[in-house]
């Protein structure tokens, strides 16, 4: 009992270690050591993070996401991110460990960032497609997977995309009935457990969001809706407008230059998309992240470019919630602004009468 009490002291310690170090962000995880950094991250930091449980995947892995907030009395906004729904996206889950370790660190001497998780909560799905991922990570053969792992409907044919499968447009364009393909949609929208696990939980409480953020690689493309050409956004100049103030804040940081635009207008078009059924239920502020690089090393990315990737892409995240969130809560700061001017006029005029 004290032996084996004591042995896990030590492991825990080891393990605070281990995902302290800033070296370990710029490896890339297999995933039971990003499962292992998110209960860390949970016993770290137990006022901010906390790990829900929200679907399983086809080989009944629990899908977990972590909520990273300051707990207030007041009903909060929220934000989502989540990495890793295609497999061989690699640098996506590590651009997610990676934010959340930012954002941890930031709040206690940022002014902003700590108003920031007074007034939202960040919901934050480090690896999505795990048993897509899991499969990657395999062996040389199996790296460049992309889609779930589900059995298709005829033998021999392995995994839907899951990026087809939303219910959004489902099966209009830029995807395959072929279940060998790489975007095979599947049988029907949602008919797989992962997408069906986004749908629910984001689904039952959309009005709460303000930004829906999913982050894929390769391309440097910050993309808005739609992917289906015949459709657009109502709030299309806005989503322009502050993608480009991302592709701006990324520019500055490593000289990367990212590219804005709709699906079709700048990459291909497509359907079934979770942007694009976020933005469906109102998520105003919804975009896909395509990391580095720009087709050298593609899904294979060095992980000597984890550091600047992650950095240039928390940069233009940043943008982006920013404003989301200076736009819902800038009247009641500007209220609160009112109240503070009366008051100091108020304690002005009295020392003039004096
Ligand atoms: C389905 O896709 C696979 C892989 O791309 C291809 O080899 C096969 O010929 C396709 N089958 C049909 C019926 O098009
Ligand atoms: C766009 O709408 C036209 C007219 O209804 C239709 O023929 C076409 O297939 C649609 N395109 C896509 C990509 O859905
Ligand atoms: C890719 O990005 C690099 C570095 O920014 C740039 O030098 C190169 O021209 C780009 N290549 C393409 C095909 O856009
Ligand atoms: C970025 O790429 C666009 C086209 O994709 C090009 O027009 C622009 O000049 C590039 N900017 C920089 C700073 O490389
Ligand atoms: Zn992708």
């Known amino acids: 009992m004290l032996i084996s009490g004591g042995l896990g002291f030590v492991l825990l310690l080891a393990a605070a270690a281990t995902s302290e170090r800033l070296d370990y962000y710029y490896k890339y995880h297999p995933m039971e050591e990003i499962s292992r950094w998110m209960s860390q991250m949970q016993t770290d930091h137990p006022d901010v993070v906390t790990l829900v449980d929200y679907g399983q995947t086809y080989e009944k892995r629990t899908i977990s996401l972590m909520k990273i907030g300051l707990k ?13 729904i295609h497999a061989r996206e690699w640098i996506a889950p590590a651009f997610c460990q990676y934010f959340v370790k930012e954002i941890l660190q930031t709040y206690k001497t940022d002014p902003k960032m700590e108003l920031m998780m007074k007034n939202m909560d960040f ?8 048993d897509g991922y899991i499969y990657s990570w395999k062996d040389a053969t199996t790296r460049l997977w ?15 995309d899951l990026n087809r499968n939303f219910d959004a447009n489902w099966a209009t364009v830029g995807v395959s009935s072929n279940c060998s393909s790489e975007i095979y949609c599947g049988t029907r929208p949602i008919s797989e457990p992962e ?3 986004v749908t629910y939980f984001l689904g039952s409480r959309a009005e709460d969001f303000l930004c829906f953020l999913t982050i894929h690689s390769y391309g440097q493309l910050l993309l808005v809706p739609y992917g289906n050409p015949n459709f657009t956004a109502p709030n ?3 989503l322009m407008e502050v993608g480009r103030g991302a592709a701006a804040a990324i520019l500055k940081v490593h000289g990367r230059n990212y590219t804005v635009g709709t699906s079709p207008d700048v990459l291909y078009a497509n359907s079934g998309s979770s942007r694009d059924w976020a933005r469906q239920q109102g998520i105003p502020l919804t975009y896909t992240f395509e990391l580095r690089d720009n087709g050298t090393f593609g899904f294979k990315l060095p992980e000597d470019q984890i550091q600047p990737t992650c950095e240039e892409a928390y940069s233009g995240a940043l943008h982006i919630i920013s404003y989301a969130h200076d736009k819902a809560f800038n009247g009641a700061a500007a209220a609160t602004a009112t109240v503070w001017s009366v008051l ?9 009468l004096l």
Request: aromatic share 8%; net charge positive.
């Open 72 to 84: 207030t009395d007041a009903k909060k906004k929220a934000v989502w991110m989540d990495c890793g």
């Open 344 to 352: 100091l006029a108020l304690g002005t005029a009295k020392a003039t």
């Open 146 to 160: 992309r889609k779930n792992r589900s059995p298709g409907p005829s033998a021999g044919c392995y995994g839907v």
């Open 123 to 130: 919901y934050v799905t480090p690896v999505l497609n795990i």
């Open 236 to 238: 299309y100049d806005e």
């Open 195 to 197: 997408a069906q696990a």
